[in-house]
């Protein structure tokens, strides 16, 4: 850490940030009588606070986000060469970094062709929301509004977005909400028996699970259905990955009932899971996909909103009508910080194999949670994929009652106490905030692994026993 940070600057700006800052996510009773966290600098994998104490960021900057890790000068010259050269000019014109990023990116998407740039995942999943209801006035006589979304997802923190979140805790108290969004069940196979599928197993459940989806669109009628907005892997709603046969049954639905589908990968894209984005593990051709967080992992504010030639289409068939065009504009997406970012941050993941590195990791990460599982009888089930994996914690596992929130909380301070950051599914879904949750950076290496696990290992030891 660079020790030119005294205590004493920092105890200023710990009152200045208590005294005017408003924390995302926080209740700020406590911090009348304590101090919150105020992060000073990261390198690599490790961050420092206010008090030069060391951590492991098993979270990648809190929410998955910082991919390529902290301190990478190459990314920091690439925004400051290209702020240099010209800062913003609004998206109506191109840009140098805005075309060559496109490029690169739809590189590694076949099927896909055209990119639109804003500054956050929330908004990136809006445009395809508003695509959606204009293709409906367009082409369907206004019919074709309604946005499937899927229980235990989320897609972000504006309205339009809550209002296709399937996470009832987070939504509490901020509707009413967005008309015509409709959610179908999850596909969540350590909870089946919440879906009555308790019967059925591996593929069958999964098949299963995507004709609950058929069975939303033929109550709402096929005709009224527009767009299925998933998640590759469900993120904050518990780390939930899909049974195999699910995906298929999904492509094969969405096609017969000529209803477009929406791939998030705001948290899944760019690696998170060992692929460029989580879809491709599943074959899956969707027509939209949204991503954010990993794109300049932290370093530039950016989104994308990727879509195919043949939706882009739709928005340009008569040049004539006023109409016909997408009337839409996100101001900060214009800025060229995030494309120059986010090349240069493709460049290490390319140059420096990190999806090869991800897999590996993330595979010593799943065996070493498993081994954990034999060990400590409140872990119930361990998922994900790639560097991106969830442990839930159970009172019982027979029952699968989920542990108290309160205990699962407890784990992430010990983690803390020990210098490792790690995560949980917080006031999300009601009684089901009991997943921890690791994201570390894909630069990871087997011992930075290993010392996280071994910090849950002993945390579950304490709060426990
Ligand atoms: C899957 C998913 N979609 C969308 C969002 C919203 O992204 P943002 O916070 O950039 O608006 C998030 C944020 O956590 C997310 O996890």
Redesign the pocket.
Known sequence: MDTSYSRNDLSMVVEADKAHVWHHLTQHKPFETGDPRVIVEGKGLRVWDQHGKEFIDALSGG?WTVNVGYGRESIARAVYDQLMKICYFAQSAGSVPGARFAERLIGKMPGMSRVYYTN????A?EKAFKMVRQIAHKRYGGKKTKILYRDRD????TLA?MSAGGQDQRNAQYGPFAPDFIRVPHCMEYRKHELGLEALSGEAFGQAAADAIEAVILREGPETVGLLCL?PVT??GGVIEAPAGYWERVQEICRKYDILLHI?E??CGIGRTGAWFGYQHYGIRPDFVTM??GVASGYAAI?CMVTTEDVFDMFKDDADDPLNYFRDISTFGGCTAGPAAALENMRIIEDEGLLENCTAMGARMMANLRGLMEKHKVIGDVRGKGLFLGAELVADRVTKEPAEEKRVQQVLAECGAQGVIIGATNRSVPERNNTLCFSPALIATADDIDRITEAVDVALGRVFG
Not at 120 to 123: D, H, L
């Open positions: 929410v956050s995942g929330s908004e999943n989320y897609h972000g923190s977005t998640e993120a904050g998030d705001v948290v954010a967080k989104a």
